[in-house]
C-alpha cells in the first residue's frame, strides 16, 4: 500500500518563465492529492519561504527557470535538510548553464555543435561559425531570448535581443535535421518525441501557443537511430551529474547522428509537456510519473535516515 506524505509541491517562482511554472505546479499538485497525499504549495516569488513543519519531501519539479534550475533553491533545501526531487545544486547549476553543459558534453564524448560564447553587444559576427546560427542565453530556459542568424545583417539585433536576459550569450551553429528530445526518468531514457513547429522554429510562442507545434512520440525514426538519440540524451544527463529526471533536446541531422542542445533538470510538467507525452509512451500515467519523482526522492531519504542510524549505533557502541 502507497505511504501518504505531507508534500510541498514549489510552483511560480521569480523567473521568465513564472507563467509556465504555475501551470505546471497546477498539474502536478493535483495529480499528486488524487492519489492521496497531504499537498502544500509554495510560491517563492520573492526567494523567501518557510517549509510546513511536517514536510516529507519537496517537490521542485514544476519550479523552471532561474531559482528553480540554476542550483539556487536546492542550496536552501540543502541547509535546511529537505529531501527534494530531481538534480542536486551542482548538477543544477552545470545544467542551467549551457556552456558548462557544453563543456561537459565534450569531456565526455557527447555530440554537441560548435560554439562561441559573447559578453557584448559591439562583438562581431563570430569567423570561426557559418551561418546560419543560433544565438540565445547562456542561463535561460524555456527558449527565452532564443535569436536566429540567418544573414550576417540579423547578427546585431539578435545579440543585443539575447543580451537582454544575461550578460552572456551561446552562439551556434543551427543544425539542419530534426528537432527531439529525451525524457530521463530513473536513470533511463524515455521514448523520443518529435516536435514539428507548423511555422517557424520552436521558440518560445510555439512552445506556449496551443496548436501552433506537432508532437510524434514515440518518433519515427529506425531502431538504430532512436538508440542513438537516447544514447546521447542519457550521455548528456549523467555528463552534468544528473539524478532522478530530465529533459534533454537532441537535433538529429539528415544522416541521423544526433546533437545535444540542452538539459532541462526542470522540464515542463503540464500533462501536455514533454516529459508526460514521453512518459506516457512508455506506459507511465501523469499521475504516477509524479508518485515516481517522489518516490525517487524518498529512497534518498531513507538511505539518509539508514546511514545516520548506523552512524548512531556505531557511536554508541565504540
Not at 516529507?56 to 527534494?84: M, N, R, W
Not at 539575447?162 to 530534426?178: H, T
Request: glycine letters at 8%.
Amino acid at each position: 500500500m502507497q505511504k501518504k506524505l505531507n508534500i510541498v509541491v514549489m510552483l511560480g517562482g521569480p523567473s521568465a518563465e513564472r507563467e509556465v511554472s504555475l501551470r505546471s505546479g497546477a498539474g502536478v499538485a493535483q495529480a499528486l492529492r488524487s492519489l492521496g497525499h497531504a499537498v502544500s504549495e509554495i510560491d517563492p516569488k520573492d526567494k523567501q519561504f518557510v517549509l510546513p513543519g511536517k514536510t516529507d519531501v519537496v517537490c521542485l519539479a514544476p519550479l523552471h527557470g532561474t531559482y528553480g534550475e540554476d542550483g539556487e533553491i536546492q542550496k536552501q533545501l540543502d541547509k535546511l535538510g529537505a529531501i527534494y526531487t530531481g538534480c542536486d545544486a551542482k548538477s543544477s547549476w552545470t545544467a542551467f548553464d549551457k556552456v558548462l553543459t557544453k563543456r561537459m558534453c565534450i569531456k565526455y564524448g557527447v555530440p554537441t555543435a560548435e560554439f562561441v560564447v559573447i559578453n557584448s553587444a559591439q562583438a562581431p559576427l563570430p569567423a570561426k561559425l557559418k551561418l546560419p546560427l543560433v544565438v540565445k542565453p547562456v542561463r535561460q530556459g524555456s527558449s527565452v531570448g532564443l535569436q536566429f542568424v540567418e544573414r550576417a545583417e540579423d547578427w546585431p539585433g539578435a545579440l543585443a535581443e539575447a543580451l537582454k536576459f544575461d550578460s552572456e550569450v551561446l552562439a551556434e551553429e543551427k543544425i539542419i535535421g530534426r528537432e527531439t528530445t529525451v525524457g530521463i526518468l530513473d536513470d533511463t531514457a524515455l521514448p523520443v518525441v518529435e516536435v514539428r513547429p507548423k511555422a517557424g522554429a520552436y521558440d518560445y510562442r510555439n512552445k506556449y501557443t496551443a496548436g501552433c507545434t506537432e508532437y510524434f512520440c514515440p518518433a519515427n525514426f529506425d531502431a538504430v537511430t532512436t538508440k542513438s538519440i537516447q544514447a546521447a540524451g542519457l550521455g548528456a544527463f549523467r555528463a552534468i551529474g544528473g539524478r532522478d529526471y530530465a529533459r534533454v533536446d537532441v537535433m538529429v541531422r539528415a544522416n541521423g547522428e544526433p546533437v545535444v542542445l540542452e538539459v532541462n533538470t526542470q522540464p515542463g510538467m503540464t500533462e501536455t509537456s514533454l516529459l508526460p507525452k514521453a512518459a506516457a509512451a512508455a506506459g507511465i500515467p501523469y499521475d504516477q510519473l509524479c508518485q515516481r519523482m517522489i518516490d525517487l526522492a524518498m529512497k534518498r531519504k531513507a538511505a539518509k535516515d539508514a546511514g545516520m542510524t548506523a552512524a548512531v549505533i556505531a557511536a554508541c557502541c565504540s
